[in-house]
Structure formats: structure tokens, C-alpha cells
């Protein structure tokens, strides 16, 4: 990939959000390094127009009803602007911090208009990663990983190929549960599941990080993004969230990403093309942080990983999507106090024990498993 030294083009999609307000400040380290030209947020029409004051420059965007009521005339709404400003513009970057489903529309038409993506949206790849990848190579874009374990993938593979690749590690927190047996959380409260430990996160990837859904999805993402090496992508707990991810090669060496943990590490290398550019941080001190200790999962406990494995099986096909759709209806479902903890486990299994797989090649289709899914898994939550 080549930089220049004219401003990148930047779209913040999801600038509301956890994701989104991160990149902003990592545009506010080297102003000079980015030109805003969209910020898209759903609803928090007060943010977006603070943010819009700051960045006068940009399309302000909300795709969702603004959640006061109130309408600037600054502002144009809905999907469709969203679309057209993609399209107008041609950025040279879209950063896509939407959450859930609603994130995958955009990221293709990013690719599609020959936009590079700076991807935190696991759920793009997760539900259409043949697609997403075929439309940038078709384009001549690339997709830059933001997620943290992806983008430190990224860099331990610094140019080699995947083939000299032998096995790649993901890390996980372990969650808020971690070391909990099933028994103790059949009464989990929202509460209890969105106290992340390690990371400041928006409520639905929290709980997924609970249920460990999170590492689940992101297993997917990785052999979207990277292939599955000889020995596979296994997934340990590491529950100081240091090392983000190893990988091993078949000469013996293995490399490991190491930082605080800090989002804005990730969108920093992904929004400046993966060059080192200097920004803010904590310093590492791994003498003061004191013992990283690592353990394996408790797939008894925690299944969404085997059942991420399960779905692996049906790779390139609408299995991906029920996968995704089930999490975030059953998540939406303990949110609001509608079905508990555990049943987000069964939910999600039954959904995709019951699905017949056919392959995802056009958003039609992964669009109608979406929502039929999503009818499904609804109708069994009392
Ligand atoms: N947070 C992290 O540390 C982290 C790390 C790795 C990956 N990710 C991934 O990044 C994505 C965003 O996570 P987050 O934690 O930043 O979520 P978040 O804090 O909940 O923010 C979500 C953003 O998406 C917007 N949004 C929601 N629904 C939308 C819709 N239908 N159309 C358009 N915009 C919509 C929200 O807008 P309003 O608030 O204005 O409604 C907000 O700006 C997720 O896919 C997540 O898995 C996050």
C-alpha cells in the first residue's frame, strides 16, 4: 500500500460510538494527516453535531431517527444519504465503527466505491466475508483489520506470507466471568456482563466479550482475514489483555503484539495505512504490570467458540449470518431483562442447528437469512 503526503480522505462511520469517538481523537493527535468528509452516526443527533462543529469540513449523517427528536438541518439522514455521500466522495478511507448487522451495507459500499475500510465491524465478515473480499479485490481496496487481535495478526505478519504461517493465537480477556462455573450464571444481571475488565466497550460487544460470542466472531473474522493456518487458530485467556495476539511460523519464531490495553493502538495503525506514526499512549512497563498469565478456555462453560467452530464448517454460506443475527437478538433479549444470560447460549445454537445453509453471494440473501433469523429467534423468547 502507498501513502502520500496529501490528507487521507476519511469517512467515520459510527462516530457516536466507543469506536468512533476513539478514531476522532486519533485524527486530533496529527490533524494535518486527515480530512474528515463524513462522520455517520445512528442516532445521538447532540453528538453528532458537536463533532460536526469540530470537523465543519464534513457530511454530517444520521442513519437512524435521532434519539431527542431533534432534526439539524446541518445534517442529512438516513441509509440512503449515507450511501450517496459513499459514493459522491470516494474517500480514500472508511473507518466502520457501526455495531451489529447494520454495518455490513456500508462496508461493502465502501469497497465497492474503491474506498480502503479500516474494519472494527467484525459482523461484516462474519456474515459476508467472500463478498466483502471479492468487491476489494474487484475495486482495488484493501481491508485494514481495527479489531485488536486482527490488526496485531496484522503486524506480526509485517509483509510474510500466510503460507509461512504455522499457527496463529488469538488472546481473550476471559470476560467478567471468568472462572465462573454455569451454575453461578443463571442469574447474571446486565450489570454484572457489561463490567468488562480489561476494555471500554459499547453494551453489545461487552456481553459478547461475557459470553465470549465476542471471541467467537472474531475466530471467524481471523480465517476470513488470515486463512487457517497447518495447526489451526486456537484462542487462549489472558486476562491482562497485553499480548493481543501470537503468531507462529513454521521456521520455529513465534511473534507477539504487545500493548496497554488501548482501542486507540489498533485504529491509530489502521488509519495511518499501518505506518508507525507516532500518537498518545501509556507506555508499556511490563516490570510494573507484574505477571501475564495465560489459561485455556472454559469451552464447558463458555461454548460460543465451538459453536463459531461449528459454523466454520459451513464457511462461504448464510450460516455466518444466523450466527451473528441469533447473538444479537438473544443479546438485545437478556439487555433488556426480557431472557437471561445463559439462554444467549441456546438461542444461538438452536438457530443454527435448525438453519439450512445456502451460499452467501449477494447481500439479498444474507439480508433475508438476517431477518428471517431474526423472526425465528424472536418468536421463541417468551
Ligand atoms: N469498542 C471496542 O473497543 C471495539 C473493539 C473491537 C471491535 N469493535 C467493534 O466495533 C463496532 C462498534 O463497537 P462499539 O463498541 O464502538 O459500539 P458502540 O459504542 O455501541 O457504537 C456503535 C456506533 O454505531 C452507531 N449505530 C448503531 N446502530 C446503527 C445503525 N443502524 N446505523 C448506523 N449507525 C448505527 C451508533 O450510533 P448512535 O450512538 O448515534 O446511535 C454508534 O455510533 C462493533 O462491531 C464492535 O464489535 C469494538
Redesign the pocket.
Given at each position: 500500500m502507498t501513502t502520500s503526503h496529501s490528507p487521507t480522505r476519511l469517512a467515520i462511520l459510527?462516530?457516536?460510538?466507543?469506536?468512533?469517538t476513539q478514531a476522532l481523537q486519533v485524527v486530533a493527535e496529527n490533524p494535518e494527516a486527515f480530512e474528515v468528509c463524513i462522520l455517520?452516526?445512528?442516532?445521538?443527533s447532540e453528538q453528532?453535531q458537536q463533532q460536526q462543529q469540530q470537523h465543519p469540513q464534513s457530511r454530517a449523517i444520521l442513519?437512524?431517527s435521532p434519539r431527542d427528536g431533534d432534526k439539524p438541518d446541518t445534517f442529512e439522514h438516513g441509509s440512503e444519504a449515507l450511501h450517496e455521500a459513499l459514493e459522491e466522495l470516494k474517500v480514500d478511507l472508511v473507518l466502520n465503527?457501526?455495531?451489529?448487522f447494520?454495518?455490513l451495507e456500508f462496508s461493502l459500499k465502501a469497497l465497492q466505491c474503491g474506498s480502503n475500510l479500516a474494519l472494527?465491524?467484525?459482523?461484516s465478515l462474519v456474515t459476508a466475508g467472500a463478498l466483502l473480499k471479492s468487491a476489494a479485490i474487484q475495486n482495488g481496496a484493501e481491508i485494514l483489520p481495527?479489531?485488536?487481535e486482527h490488526n496485531a495478526i496484522q503486524q506480526c505478519l509485517n509483509g510474510h506470507k500466510e503460507t509461512t504461517v504455522s499457527k496463529i493465537t488469538l488472546t481473550a480477556s476471559g470476560g467478567p466471568f471468568r472462572g465462573w462455573d454455569r451454575s453461578r450464571l443463571t442469574d447474571v444481571t446486565s450489570e454484572q456482563a457489561l463490567a468488562h475488565p480489561t476494555?471500554k466497550?459499547?453494551?453489545?460487544?461487552s456481553i459478547d466479550s461475557a459470553t465470549m460470542f465476542n471471541k467467537a466472531f472474531e475466530l471467524i473474522e481471523a480465517v476470513e482475514l488470515f486463512g487457517e493456518p497447518d495447526q489451526g487458530i486456537d484462542v487462549i485467556v489472558h486476562p491482562q489483555s497485553v499480548i493481543h495476539a501470537i503468531v507462529e511460523f513454521k521456521d520455529g519464531s513465534s511473534i507477539a503484539h504487545l500493548s496497554e490495553p488501548d482501542?486507540r493502538v489498533p485504529i491509530r495503525n489502521a488509519l495511518h495505512l499501518l505506518q508507525r506514526t507516532p500518537g498518545n499512549f501509556q507506555p508499556l512497563n511490563l516490570v510494573s504490570r507484574g505477571e501475564l498469565t495465560f489459561e485455556t478456555v472454559d469451552h464447558k462453560t463458555f461454548p460460543a467458540i465451538e459453536l463459531a467452530r461449528e459454523v466454520l464448517k459451513h464457511s462461504g454460506t448464510t450460516m455466518g449470518t444466523v450466527f451473528n443475527a441469533a447473538d444479537e437478538v438473544a443479546v438485545h433479549a437478556f439487555l433488556s431483562g426480557d431472557s437471561g444470560f445463559l439462554t444467549i447460549y441456546d438461542l444461538v445454537a438452536r438457530a443454527i442447528d435448525e438453519h439450512e445453509p445456502v451460499p452467501a453471494d449477494s447481500l439479498e440473501v444474507i439480508c433475508e437469512a438476517d431477518q428471517e433469523t431474526r423472526n425465528r429467534v424472536r418468536s421463541w423468547i417468551p
Open positions: 459510527g462516530s457516536t460510538g466507543s469506536i468512533g455517520a452516526a445512528g442516532s445521538n453528532l442513519v437512524l465503527g457501526i455495531t451489529g447494520a454495518g472494527a465491524n467484525k459482523e481495527v479489531d485488536s476494555w466497550m459499547g453494551p453489545r460487544i482501542m
